[in-house]
């Protein structure tokens, strides 16, 4: 039997080297230690292509390394035709959002995309500024303590959407339950008939 295919996940931001990359190796740390590694495959990118093939920002890297996550990343930009490869596509802030739900070629891709924040339990959904309340303020203009509170929002929403992966994965990988034999046709026994004498 075929191993089933992994869930994929990509992780969206502006240039794909601060908040999508940070995401990235946040939420693949977590998925390893929830044992599923080889189950989920987590990657990002950019909405624009200012910083393909650059390596993540020195920042991120700094404040990824002293929290203990790995990292190896190069820079690209997000390209419509992914959607039909990816299970879930996690936009960083709100513009992300509306511009991959624009980019995405029906429906059910626009369907696939959401809101990092969206996971995080303590993120309040029914302001009046909802979904811009759910930001991850991009880090890149700020200082080290900018990049330690966009960690800080990563993680918190990072178990909630790792809980959700999980039930995607049961709920895809368990077989549905077979179709009930249909009532075997009743034998009706038949009594033979004498042949009649010949008049």
Same mark, same amino acid.
């Given at each position: 039997m075929r191993a089933p295919s992994?869930?994929?996940?990509?992780?969206?931001?502006?240039?794909?080297?601060?908040?999508?990359?940070?995401?990235?190796?946040v939420f693949r740390a977590y998925a390893e230690e929830a044992g599923l590694d080889g189950l989920v495959?987590?990657?990002?990118?950019?909405?624009?292509?200012?910083?393909?093939g650059d390596g993540a920002d020195r920042r991120t890297i700094s404040v990824l390394t002293a929290h203990g996550y790995e990292q190896n990343h190069i820079a690209r930009q997000f390209q419509s035709a992914w959607?039909?490869?990816?299970?879930?596509?996690?936009?960083?802030?709100?513009?992300?959002?509306?511009?991959?739900?624009?980019?995405a070629p029906?429906?059910?891709? +626009? #369907?696939?995309?959401?809101?990092?924040?969206?996971?995080? @339990?303590? =993120?309040?959904l029914d302001t009046p500024d909802a979904p811009a309340a759910l930001d991850v303020p991009d880090p890149y203009f700020g200082g080290p303590d900018d990049f330690e509170a966009c960690l800080e929002m990563i993680e918190a929403a990072s178990e909630g959407l790792l809980d959700e992966v999980n039930k995607a994965i049961t709920a895809r990988d368990t077989p549905e339950p077979a179709a009930? +034999? #249909?009532?075997?046709?009743?034998v009706?026994?038949?009594? @033979?008939? =004498?042949?009649?004498?010949?008049?």
């Open positions: 992994p869930y994929r996940v990509c992780f969206v931001c502006t240039g794909n080297i601060c908040r999508s990359p940070m995401a990235e190796s495959e987590v990657d990002s990118a950019g909405t624009g292509p200012w910083h393909e959607f039909a490869t990816l299970d879930l596509v996690i936009a960083l802030d709100c513009g992300h959002l509306r511009e991959l739900r624009a980019l029906t429906p059910e891709d +626009a #369907a696939k995309v959401r809101l990092l924040r969206e996971y995080d @339990p303590d =993120a309040d009930p +034999a #249909a009532p075997a046709t009743p009706t026994s038949v009594t @033979p008939t =004498a042949p009649e004498e010949n008049a």
